[in-house]
């Protein structure tokens, strides 16, 4: 099915390892994101790739890397994870950046 | 940056209501979209409309943008409209979409 796929769906990381979550999309959308989700809030953007080559700071960068490997895929990677990075994380998609958002289905992350 | 704020946080419908849902955003934006996250967390894109009036089966959205404000009203409500509301703003000067806090609905049998 045409989509944003994540890898993994589920991660329990000790802290202080690392890890790298994987997002691809296959509708050759320009623009992709990465959000992260905490109970009861809204989605905060982390980093975004407005086009291939190209990575920018969203709001709550702090803690985590990006790399936008082609058109079809931007990675997420945690160096050294802390409990304060649990949380729901949701890639995103879209041709240009104000509209037509498709969204992955989540990587639930726990740091313990 | 632009601030999104919804109301209500929580809403219980008995199946069959209607109800409106609000967003305010803090600052003119290009773009309004409105989201649905059902009980498994997918997301889904329901509407994007930085001005007027969209309809789409049930659900119908309205953004004043020179008031800074949109709405979403559902109407005859399903236990399948159950989940959590988002709306998004997006200011070009910024690139990106700024959430609100989500509207959770909870519809009943």
């Known amino acids: 099915n045409a989509g944003v796929t994540q890898t993994p769906k589920f991660q329990v990381l000790k802290t202080g390892q690392s890890m790298t979550l994987q997002c691809a999309q296959d509708m050759n959308h320009n623009s992709m994101y990465w959000y992260r989700q905490d109970p009861g809030m809204g989605l905060r953007l982390i980093y975004y790739?407005?086009?291939?080559?190209?990575?920018d700071k969203g709001e709550v960068p702090n803690g985590y890397n990006v790399s936008r490997l082609n058109k079809r895929e931007f990675s997420l990677r945690l160096e050294s994870a802390a409990p304060s990075q649990t949380s729901v994380y949701f890639c995103?998609?879209?041709?240009?950046?104000?509209?037509?958002?498709?969204f992955g289905s989540g990587t639930r992350l726990t740091v313990v | 940056g632009i601030q999104v704020e919804q109301s209500p946080p929580d809403l219980i419908l008995q199946e069959g209501a209607n109800s409106t849902l609000r967003c305010n955003f803090s600052?003119?934006?290009?773009?309004l979209q409105w989201f649905h996250q059902n009980p498994w967390g997918q997301l889904i894109n329901l509407f994007y409309?930085?001005?007027g009036t969209k309809q789409n089966g049930r659900l119908s959205a309205t953004t004043v943008a020179t008031e800074r404000y949109s709405l979403l009203y559902i109407s005859s409500s399903q236990t399948t409209d159950s989940g959590v509301y988002f709306c998004a703003a997006f200011k070009a000067a910024g690139n990106k979409l700024t959430f609100g806090g989500g509207t959770r609905v909870l519809v009943k049998p």
């Open positions: 600052d003119s934006v290009n773009n």
């Open positions: 790739s407005a086009s291939e080559g190209t990575t």
């Open positions: 409309i930085p001005s």
């Open positions: 995103a998609s879209s041709p240009r950046g104000n509209y037509g958002y498709t």
